[in-house]
């Protein structure tokens, strides 16, 4: 079965500017999470969202956001963006709440601010 | 969810087994132990998991020990392809913190 679908894979955009990332899950996978990637910081977690409610936020600010549709896909949303803002974006989705699931990690949707 | 410790770097000669530690002292009962990789700028892949048993996929075994306090991921032959940074984290999913917390990981090298 296809796996988890990033789109776009590369993007720019200018500082100031907002920027909307998506995400399509595994089908049958109701768990969506999303993670942030730099050199600096590594992987930090976004949110996830689980049937279209966002259950867990990361420490993030509140340009940062998401909601996830009822057919399981998810969008990322940063507005007013900065040039730290620059990095990999990583979305998971995971099939079920419960312990001993795996998540599954699409290739990711790289953001350059200029 | 716990913390773990993994060493920043190994080494591993192509063809033999590549064993890779992780420390976990303050696993709680109900957390599993995951293991993922990350090749150069691709998304995380998923390794293996488990709780208490040891497990074995067709990419690699995991040695939990009895008091899971650390665990053991064995790749049994490092192929150049498995050059990669190693995650270990100790998770339970659905709980109150239902996210990955991603450390800095075991940078492995496979060297010819």
């Known amino acids: 079965k296809a796996g988890v679908t990033q789109t776009p894979r590369y993007l720019i955009k200018t500082r100031g500017q907002q920027v909307t990332l998506s995400c399509s899950p595994i089908?049958?996978?109701?768990?969506v999470s999303w993670y942030q990637q730099t050199p600096g910081q590594g992987l930090q977690f976004l949110f996830e969202y689980f049937s279209e409610t966002q259950r867990n936020k990361g420490n993030f600010p509140g340009r940062f956001s998401g909601r996830q549709f009822s057919n399981s896909r998810s969008e990322m949303n940063v507005s007013t963006l900065e040039l730290g803002d620059s990095a990999l974006y990583l979305c998971?989705?995971?099939?079920?709440?419960?312990?001993?699931?795996?998540?599954?990690f699409g290739q990711g949707t790289r953001l350059t601010v200029v | 969810d716990a913390k773990t410790t993994q060493p920043t770097s190994m080494d591993c000669a192509e063809g033999r087994a590549a064993n890779l530690p992780c420390n976990h002292s303050?696993?709680?009962?109900?957390?599993?132990v995951y293991w993922y990789r990350q090749i150069h700028s691709q998304g995380p892949q998923y390794i293996i998991h488990?709780?208490?048993n040891n497990e074995t996929n067709e990419m690699a075994s995991l040695i939990i020990t009895e008091d899971r306090k650390s665990s053991t991921l064995i790749l049994p032959h490092a192929t150049l392809r498995d050059t990669a940074v190693y995650y270990c984290i100790a998770f339970v999913y659905g709980g109150s913190q239902g996210n990955l917390i991603f450390g800095k990981g075991t940078k492995l090298s496979v060297k010819p």
């Open positions: 303050t696993i709680s009962g109900n957390e599993y």
């Open positions: 089908s049958g996978h109701r768990s």
């Open positions: 488990g709780l208490k």
């Open positions: 998971a989705s995971t099939q079920f709440s419960d312990g001993g699931n795996e998540a599954f």
